[in-house]
């Protein structure tokens, strides 16, 4: 059989694609090595090769094949007769060659440069505890994102352009209320649980947990909640993370803290919910922009579920406390399951974002991005940027750092202008309580198979409802499809508030 | 300052060569991945990904671009201004440019898919010992071959052209002689040891040795001879192999036996061999072809000279068996160092090549470059090779396979066509023994340095000489500089038999 002009052309593109796409995949194996096997000596070669594939694949992005390709896959006539795979596909190029395209090449050479250096300048920064080193590459890099937003285009907000990026369609004017309404919330939350009598007792978890025990409890509970090892593997680095090379190849990595049991455990959790993600993506979909979360909001949904709602839950830790116990002897001598869950749950306003519990991680959120947003919005200058960092953690948390290294300058986000990053985070509590919500009136029995170490049910409801569908779907309609509604509120602050005010008897 | 055409032309190849070898890192990383990390579910994307890569890289060889800027730079009056790196570059890119391009493109297809196919069939036909359904893929891979030499061109004898790619400028003309003494020699040897009233004692090697203290006591050993581990890794893997990626970051595998302790080790120093060549070639070669072996045998010739030459002498023990002693202290109760040297050099005939002893294995490479000269002159067919492997192993090392599986189909060589490999294994072991004569004349105290531990000046002696230099000289200027002559025997028949006698005291 003869193929048609289209079917040919259609041909062509896909593989086109793949071969791009396959640029993307040894990147994320070559970075994955980098961060957890290769040897010092050998950082500098890597680094190169890293920017050299970088540039293959930019080459082959912007390629005039590639734009011929998606102009004559999107002429009238011609685009509604695509599949859903090839439709998306062609919107993906589209969109991150249009980021490209639109930025005179030299100025994208000048801030890739820049950010570089602004990124070394940071870490040094953060060392020495000196923001005044950091801040004109601070300011710099602002300013590039704010011609960057002008080349882009933007409508009723310039923050809206950056926020796209990482969360599709997501806009200051939806964000705005969503994240009122949680701030102020979790603000009355925290303050109740501040004064309440009821304290969890915490001391069993920072015990001595000797790292291979760790590990194998870790890879215990991971195996039994369904990560697939034989599709992934679990390694250590400096900075846990997921990666995924394809659908059969997702890996995670963790580090272990040895006087805290904690850390490894819970951090594990999230990297294997963003894994389960990724390894259970339509296969179809590989060697396409499609094969990878909705969004960032949505993929954080998925690790923030399995993490929070799912492990650090009581019907959890009835199924695996008893493991635990075993495991551990001596550390959690005459602790109960629920001493134990009120522990993981403990609630404490701290500094740094990154051990903050569920409760107050929302609020580390709302500071960076109402500061996002000045600076963007140009209410804000980045002189600035110390006092009104102190203040709002005055204001919300109640803790004001006693240096910057431990306030503004912990996140690296800013130092390369990823501004529109930091509320996928909080957006990904809220996605995934107001999915849980519907999720638990589908399972019947929800509860009680988690209690019993059954989560082929919920993995499969994800499976159906998600994670199928990698990036076929925007946010916004994979949540409408599940849910019928908007991003809404309302359920995170449910879940907190109900699961807290039981745990500090409030 | 303005750049001279020259320069420029000069600059522009050397950055499109550093962006080809590009390919070969990142192949070379994927790879080591595959081989040692890749989960089961992973290897379908990855063997894909790595087709594709092989792909981009056979197209940056074969572009116009590369074609037009060897043409400029060989032209007369540019030619011998070149600085030595970069006529060696445009050398090494002209010699593997030449050996695509002669060849027309859909022939090279259809013999890269039979190759592919040839593999497979060899695997299902060795687990069968089935000889026949492996045969006429073998025949097809010859006439192959054979069709390729004719594209390819030779002189005196047709072999040449494949023994080229591996030992570049070697010759039956040269080999036969060299094999002809060795092979002679090596018989005689291995019937006097097989006379001989005095046998080692082996037993104490196959207790049982735990896994992890023989990685432990194999780390050991590599970071005294000075395997650099700030520049590598070791890791497990079926086959053991070494690769570079980057003289800062050269790998190690390994495999280990729990009831020997031979495999893992000697394996572990014979990789480092290797490795620490690839090590200790001079930076400035990176980016370029010339950051590579002279040749494979003179690869091996490292390899086998840390590995059998240092690793398995008597002063080497000397240094190592108390450590040894106190890490396996049941399983070597009783032995002396005496003990142990005769029992790792035990000389016995057998049928498998990569588990025989330093003097048989030779007479193992006879077979298979005779049969391989035999099928390339075609005075032997595909289907005499059964009978014709028997009874070379029978007249040469007096033991006959019951299967072909454990003869004629041991190695998997011969299916992808590797024709010209074999021979480099037992020059490696020539050169090694040429070369150890001149060094241990030229470094004073050899063998008490190695008795103390003390390997720097080996080292140091490998870098100076023939290491730094990486493929910037043929394997015959290489030898030729170091010991004047051309490749002898001698020196291979010589060490074998003072070594062995002494210790079969014949």
Redesign the interface.
């Known amino acids: 059989m003869n193929k048609t002009p289209l079917e040919k052309r259609t041909a062509a593109f896909r593989d086109y694609v793949?071969?791009m796409m396959?640029y993307s995949?040894?990147l994320a194996?070559?970075n994955w090595?980098l961060r957890t096997?290769?040897?010092?000596?050998?950082?500098?070669?890597?680094s190169e090769?890293i920017g050299?594939?970088s540039g293959?694949h930019f080459r082959l992005l912007t390629s005039p094949e590639l734009a011929e390709h998606l102009a004559a896959l999107q002429e009238a006539g011609t685009w509604e007769q695509l599949d859903a795979i090839t439709r998306g596909t062609v919107q993906e190029c589209q969109k991150e060659l249009a980021r490209f395209q639109k930025i005179p090449a030299d100025r994208y050479q000048k801030f890739v440069t820049l950010a570089a250096k602004s990124g070394a300048v940071w870490e040094e920064a953060r060392a020495a505890n000196d923001f005044a080193s950091f801040r004109p590459y601070l300011e710099e890099v602002v300013k590039f994102q704010l011609e960057f937003i002008e080349y882009w285009g933007y409508q009723d907000n310039k923050y809206d352009t950056l926020l796209d990026i990482y969360e599709p369609g997501m806009t200051v004017a939806q964000l705005d209320p969503l994240f009122r309404q949680l701030r102020e919330k979790t603000v009355s939350l925290v303050n109740a649980i501040a004064a309440a009598p009821y304290k969890p007792d915490t001391r069993f978890l920072g015990k001595h947990y000797p790292e291979a025990a760790q590990e194998a409890f870790s890879r215990f509970v991971l195996e039994k909640i369904g990560y697939?090892?034989?599709?992934?593997?679990l390694d250590r680095s400096v900075h846990p993370f997921c990666t995924s090379?394809?659908p059969?190849?997702v890996r995670i990595t963790t580090r272990f803290n040895p006087d805290h049991l904690n850390e490894a455990l819970f951090g594990c959790i999230h990297e294997a919910g963003h894994a389960i993600y990724e390894q259970n993506i339509n296969p179809e979909l590989?060697g396409t922009p499609l094969c990878d979360g909705a969004s960032m909001g949505i993929h954080e949904s998925q690790s923030r579920f399995w993490e929070n709602m799912v492990g650090r839950s009581l019907p959890f830790w009835q199924h695996f406390f008893a493991e635990a116990v075993r495991r551990f002897p001596d550390q959690l001598a005459g602790v109960s399951v629920k001493q134990f869950y009120h522990a993981v749950n403990e609630v404490t306003p701290s500094l740094i974002r990154i051990e903050a519990d569920e409760v107050t991680y929302n609020l580390h959120i709302m500071i960076r991005y109402e500061i996002e947003k000045g600076l963007i919005e140009q209410t804000i200058e980045v002189g600035e940027l110390p006092t009104i960092w102190n203040q709002k953690m005055k204001e919300y948390l109640g803790v004001v750092p006693s240096t910057d290294s431990e306030g503004v300058l912990q996140d690296v986000h800013w130092s390369d202008g990823s501004f529109g990053y930091f509320p996928t985070y909080s957006l990904g509590n809220m996605y995934a309580a107001q999915i849980a919500a519907v999720m638990k009136k589908q399972i019947s029995g929800y509860e009680q198979l988690i209690a019993r170490g059954e989560f082929a049910p919920i993995r499969e409801w994800l499976h159906q409802n998600i994670h199928q569908y990698g990036k076929l779907k925007s946010p916004s309609q994979l949540l409408h499809d599940i849910t019928g509604e908007a991003p809404n509120a309302d359920y995170l602050v449910e879940y907190l508030e109900s699961k807290y005010k039981a745990i500090y008897q409030l």
């Open positions: 793949k071969r396959s995949q040894a194996i070559l090595d096997k290769a040897p010092r000596k050998g950082v500098d070669a890597r090769l050299v594939m293959e697939d090892f034989q599709a992934g593997r090379f394809a059969g190849d590989f």
